[in-house]
């Protein structure tokens, strides 16, 4: 019995189940004999996959589907990370190396057959697919996309008893499929699990298995069948015990009839909730199926704050749970290789709410009402919070990668010329005020053309103090550029999951540099902050731009930022405007951006609506220089290399910088370089390199 009014999973127990149990006791064969063959050839029956082996577990069938199908050192599995961990160690009992896909998306939590695809090696041999909720997913494209590779595709249906796609039953559409008789599952027994399979010679396989790797079982012998035994193969003791296969069978007969009552309350919730803000189920129905509905899932939206509406259904009786917290986030599994954003996403905002047969419509009410006055009441998730999950480092995998620490770290020395002394030659150089307008860009297109025209512009991406720096020597020159202050980055904001906090001290340092007599910019990444952080671009821009003119920062310029994940989701930051209607190279797509499998179609702005003036990459200048590109010898382009003489009268140079490169000195260079390398390789952190 439990405390809670709507508990998550609830059993009841039959006259007719016990009654079950009670006789196989009463029979005095205690272990493996004809109740277990009995529950075998019901569940092969009931299935249509024509060879059931019951075990004593869900893990035990699985470690014997992978076992039995070879799997071993040296093998690949590709598998979800979004599942209980006992998927994952099934592979890695049999020493396979399991590799984690992506979700398909953020209310579609199951393997997406399009990232399995990205995660394939030559080693890969098999796909682990697993029924979340007891929703097929994309178990048929996984099937034809293992088909055409040769690749084994193995089936954790653990959620899935009573499930079929197009009639056909999950669990039956690979190599092998395993289930979970676990107490909530729903045909649960207590301990218990089967595995199926349409292959006569693996079915035979997995017997031996099952039971030590013997020729002959004990209730062989004592019907007589066979008085001697070897032993073939290393095996396990997997066995069920005849109790409980009695009780899987009573139960087996009313599953149907209990998924169908599931069914219903998944509809009803669903049209519950329907009206209920910043809640959306997940596991979309699909027609052709019949379901288990094991679990009902919803996703919050990224303002609501997971552990506090968690909290207060808990108070109202209601109890709650996460499937699941990632298995890539684990510390046996944890590996900075792993780039599973989508997962990330659904494994810090989904919650799943009660789902048992036998729930009342009274019960359910409660919930979606809790649900709904939660939800309502819970503010905001501070940023970087999500919920005492994981927080989502979506660059993660790809930049510790990417890190070459040999070069990151070589970086003082190829790099010894990015220090104030050399931008000073550089500045001296530029105060000529003879030769060269140095303006920030605000006044670039109005410049006067007596002389070259330099408009300097600053991208601000990592490092503010770094820029302050860089803005006092040229304030000390004369000199006014302009700094594009990027919302996305650190120093701006404590950008987290779904939210960005603004950092109280980034207006003193805008004021100051402002101050300094030069320009601040808006360093635009809105659409990794639609598509990546999903938050709101166009609501967040105005608040950000009333916030800071209000403050006394005059902004009137954008500057696109070339993120990192702009070039990994191909997008262009500047796809955000309608004001522009050039397409990137190699990044086709100005409305809409997949991430994983989920598509974000892109909120739009125009430039005058934000009261923006110019967009730097849109000046119209004569020559530009940038220190984000490199020479073919890979060596950064740096100003000091500029032929100052070859510029004429009349001539508009931009001339990007990137504050994040420069140093005093080459002995702050040295220590800052490992210190930023040793931690972002520690934390696995996002690069946010220019560019
Ligand atoms: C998805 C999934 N796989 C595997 C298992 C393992 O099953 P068992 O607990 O019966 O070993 C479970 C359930 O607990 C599960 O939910």
């Known amino acids: 019995m439990s405390h809670w009014k709507v508990p998550l999973a609830d059993v009841v127990a039959t006259q007719a189940d016990i009654d079950a149990v009670v006789d196989a006791y009463r029979s005095g064969w205690w272990t493996m004999g004809p109740r277990t063959e009995s529950f075998e050839a019901a569940f092969a029956a009931y299935s249509g996959a024509g060879h059931a082996i019951a075990v004593t577990n869900g893990t035990a069938a699985l470690h014997l589907i992978c076992a039995g199908t070879g799997l071993g050192p040296g093998d690949e599995v590709v598998a979800p990370s979004l599942t209980f961990v006992a998927t994952v160690n099934a592979i890695a009992y049999t020493s396979a190396r399991p590799v984690f896909a992506d979700v398909a998306g953020p209310t579609e939590p199951w393997l997406s057959a399009r990232s399995v695809e990205a995660a394939l090696t030559p080693r890969t041999k098999a796909v682990m697919a697993m029924s979340y909720g007891g929703h097929p997913g994309e178990i048929e494209e996984l099937r ?25 039953h999950l669990g039956t559409f690979g190599r092998a499929g395993a289930f979970s008789f676990f107490s909530n599952k729903n045909l649960g027994i207590g301990e218990g699990g089967m595995v199926v399979t349409r292959d006569g010679d693996l079915a035979a396989r997995l017997r031996l298995l099952r039971s030590h790797g013997m020729t002959a079982l004990t209730w062989d012998r004592h019907r007589g069948h066979a008085s001697e035994y070897d032993v073939v193969e290393l095996g396990f003791n997997y066995r069920i015990d005849e109790a409980r296969a009695a009780l899987a069978e009573e139960r087996l007969s009313r599953l149907d009839q209990e998924n169908g009552s599931r069914a219903r309350l998944d509809e009803r919730y669903r049209a519950a909730l329907a009206d209920v803000p910043r809640v959306e189920p997940a596991l979309p129905p699909r027609p052709d199926s019949v379901l288990a509905h094991h679990l009902f899932t919803v996703v919050l939206d990224a303002a609501v704050d997971r552990d506090r509406v968690r909290a207060a259904l808990a108070e109202r009786g209601v109890q709650t749970s996460v499937h699941y917290p990632p298995v890539h986030r684990f510390s046996t599994y944890a590996s900075p290789a792993y ?3 989508v997962t990330d996403l659904y494994a810090s905002r989904a919650v799943t709410l009660p789902m048992f047969a036998h729930m009342t419509e009274a019960q359910q009410d ?5 649900l709904s006055a939660a939800t309502a009441s819970a503010t905001a998730v501070p940023a970087g919070d999500n919920g005492g999950m994981p927080a989502w480092r979506p660059m993660q995998a790809e930049e510790a990668l990417r890190l070459r620490p040999l070069r990151v770290l070589a970086r003082p020395w ?20 003879r030769r060269f307008n140095v303006v920030p860009l605000r006044e670039f297109r109005e410049a006067s053309t007596d002389r070259v025209v330099v408009g300097m512009r600053h991208d601000v991406d990592e490092r503010l103090g770094a820029a302050l720096e860089l803005a006092r020597l040229e304030a000390r020159h004369g000199i006014r550029a302009t700094y594009f202050v990027l919302h996305t980055a650190r120093y701006y904001a404590k950008a987290g999951w779904g939210s960005a906090e603004r950092r109280p001290s980034i207006l003193g340092h805008l004021r100051e540099l402002q101050d300094m007599g030069h320009e601040i910019g808006w360093h635009n990444d809105l659409v990794t902050l639609q598509c990546v952080h999903g938050i709101e671009p166009r609501e967040y821009l105005a608040n950000e731009l009333e916030w800071l003119r209000s403050n006394g920062i005059d902004i009137r310029g954008t500057a696109s930022h070339g993120s990192y994940w702009a070039r990994r989701l191909g997008y262009h930051n500047n796809y955000f ?14 409305d809409i ?11 739009k702005g ?30 950064r382009w740096h100003p000091d290399s500029l032929d100052f003489d070859a510029f004429n009268p009349g001539d508009k140079v931009i001339l990007l910088t990137h504050p994040d490169h420069w140093d005093r000195s080459v002995g702050w260079k040295a220590p800052r370089t490992v210190v930023w390398a040793g931690w972002r390789a ?6 946010r390199r220019p560019g």
């Open 414 to 433: 190829t790099e010894r010329r990015f220090v104030h002394r050399d931008y000073e030659r550089v500045l001296h150089e530029l105060s000529d005020s």
């Open 606 to 635: 125009r430039l005058a609506e934000f009261g923006f003036e110019y967009e730097a990459y849109h000046l119209g200048e004569d020559h530009y220089f940038s220190d984000a590109r490199f020479d073919a010898d890979g060596r």
């Open 577 to 590: 405007f309608d004001d522009f209607e050039e397409v990137a190279p190699g990044l086709p797509n100005r």
């Open 339 to 341: 780039d599973l954003p």
């Open 682 to 687: 520690f934390t696995g952190e996002r690069s």
């Open 593 to 603: 951006v997949e991430v994983g499998n989920r598509e974000c179609v892109l909120s």
């Open 366 to 370: 409660l919930v979606v009402e809790a």
């Open 144 to 168: 034809e996309f293992c088909a055409g590779r040769g690749l084994i595709l193995l089936e954790d249906a653990a959620h899935g008893a009573g499930s079929r796609l197009g009639g056909r």
